[in-house]
């Protein structure tokens, strides 16, 4: 059905890079990083018409500074088909797309082979930009006098139909129990909907870029010079050529053959020396040229890369600090000014630096939490590993922005605040969470169960023993490894139980798993995720 190669592949990028670059990774996966053999066997197992996917956790994240978006996270055992099934279809869906070598079609080109990076590296949305600043080429003097076109489509991953997906993967001629697989996963996830897919996986981008191979063949056989990164379109102007005649087709196309919309407000006329002056503006919202290369010297800021900082990573950098880079936060005054991205970069690259002033960034930068929990909320956890981390101030800032609008309103930053207690960034008391709702969402419901299991409440688990068959298939995996804090002969039995209550494919797999490392919840809740050698 799927690959055994497939699989492991996806497990090892899923444990590298995550699940998703917008969510906090999900503890079970750690079972299917251990077990890769045994989890591969079970996918050769799977009926596909037996098979029923869980469905996605959906909510809403911010895009930029005013707008949203819906994004999704997969459970685990649906994430690692979702891509191993992908995979196995990747070799072709890459074949059908037009050649990377223009850099047309610039960003997620697909590599064969067993590296944990299944994308080219160097194609990032730094290294566009960088691609932008000299697109008039120097070869023709006169090429940044042209007029061009920047655009991109309104809603993309969301107005996907699923149609179109299916055509995808049939015209590539991709192997069908796979293909299968794929769109029943994006089925059951945009059950709602009859179209879109699932935001903030990696499989979802390499179907994405295929869908619109087609939009690129049109571009391409008009005789534009273009670049596009995702749905962001750059087109220069042919000399004698109307823009608005190029900007018409491409409108006409998207719509009639991709029920797809260009976003109004980010469509301009311009001219290519202005395109490329923006985007070397862009680059140095905070940074100067040569401040971007010795931050690139340090730790490379590929937009949707995500770097796990290893011990050795962690030392004093002659090339960039932890205070200049937080110094750099406090001189850009009003943020609005600039592109979310450049604070991603900033935090990121703050992860792999000591000395972080978790206090000030607290203080004074609180507001970035909202709109980009995934790394502030990584950025504490880094400074939580180094001497003199004031875990006091911090909890006690952290559990008062939980009750505090707006971080309050998005169940998406709370699961952030809240997975700082689950992953041992901050110590749990029981008491502290006494009139906490955690029942505003599927994440918040999994949050607590871990936060019960570390604080040691047995009492807790032993009552919900006999609830285990009324909870969603969501939260049973997080529920039945929180109980390990139960005494073992007590912990197995429940599992012994919990044998014909817990569906999927992996079910047995996990239960065993479950059984094998009881006693080690706070380790395998706070221990990094890394790809693991076994033949298990």
């Not at 490329?276 to 690139?296: G, I, P, W, Y």
Request: proline share 4%; hydrophobic share 40%.
């Amino acid at each position: 059905m799927i690959s055994e190669a497939g699989v492991r592949r996806s497990i090892e990028h899923l444990a590298s890079f995550g699940d998703t670059d917008l969510f906090p990774r999900l503890p079970e996966m750690r079972c299917f990083i251990e077990r890769p053999g045994t989890i591969a066997k079970d996918c050769a197992q799977i009926n596909i018409g037996q098979y029923t996917p869980v469905g996605a956790v959906e909510t809403l994240t911010p895009k930029s500074w005013l707008g949203f978006r819906i994004a999704h996270q997969l459970t685990a055992s649906d994430s690692v088909i979702y891509l191993a099934a992908l995979l196995d279809c990747a070799p072709n869906l890459e074949a059908s797309r037009v050649s990377k070598d223009a850099n047309e079609a610039f960003a997620y080109r697909f590599v064969e082979g067993e590296s944990v990076r299944i994308f080219e590296a160097g194609r990032g949305y730094h290294q566009w930009l960088a691609h932008l600043t000299e697109f008039g080429s120097p070869d023709n003097p006169f090429a940044e006098d042209r007029p061009a076109i920047a655009t991109d489509i309104s809603d993309f991953y969301q107005r996907i139909y699923f149609h179109r997906i299916e055509n995808v993967l049939q015209d590539a001629e991709c192997p069908k129990g796979p293909s299968e697989l794929i769109k029943k996963i994006i089925k059951v996830t945009r059950a709602r909907q009859s179209y879109g897919l699932p935001v903030g996986s990696t499989a979802s981008r390499l179907l994405a870029e295929c869908l619109l191979n087609d939009t690129d063949v049109l571009l391409r056989n008009m005789g534009v010079k273009f670049t596009r990164y995702v749905d962001d379109f750059r087109i220069a102007i042919p000399s004698g050529v109307e823009a608005h005649a190029i900007l018409c087709r491409l409108a006409e196309h998207l719509m009639v053959t991709e029920g797809l919309s260009l976003n109004v407000a980010k469509t301009k006329m311009t001219t290519v020396k202005e395109m490329e002056n923006a985007s070397k503006q862009r680059l140095e919202d905070v940074f100067t040229d040569a401040e971007m290369e010795k931050v690139q010297a340090f730790i490379t800021l590929s937009y949707g890369d995500d770097l796990d900082a290893a011990d050795e990573d962690i030392i004093p950098s002659p090339f960039i600090s932890a205070e200049f880079l937080q110094e750099r936060l406090d001189e850009l005054g009003d943020k609005r000014g600039a592109d979310l991205s450049v604070f991603k970069a900033i935090l990121r690259a703050l992860r792999f630096l000591p000395d972080i002033d978790a206090i000030h960034l607290l203080d004074k930068h609180a507001d970035l939490l909202y709109y980009v929990p995934r790394e502030f909320c990584l950025v504490l956890s880094a400074a939580s590993k180094h001497e003199g981390f004031p875990a006091g101030h911090v909890k006690s800032r952290v559990m008062e922005l939980l009750r505090m609008s707006p971080y309050c309103d998005l169940a998406y930053v709370r699961s952030w605040l809240l997975n700082l207690f689950v992953d041992g960034t901050l110590e749990v008391a029981l008491s502290d969470w006494q009139n906490y709702d955690f029942n505003r969402s599927v994440i918040e419901r999994r949050s607590h169960f871990f936060i019960r299991g570390l604080a040691n409440d047995r009492a807790f688990f032993r009552a919900l023993k006999t609830q285990l068959g009324s909870l969603s298939e969501w939260d049973k995996p997080a529920a039945l490894m929180a109980a390990m804090c139960l005494p073992f002969d007590e912990y197995k039995n429940w599992l012994a139980v919990a044998t014909g209550q817990l569906s999927g494919p992996f079910a047995g797999t996990y239960l065993s798993w479950l059984k094998e490392n009881h006693g080690k919840l706070h380790e395998l809740l706070s221990k990094e995720h890394e790809p693991v050698c076994t033949s298990l």
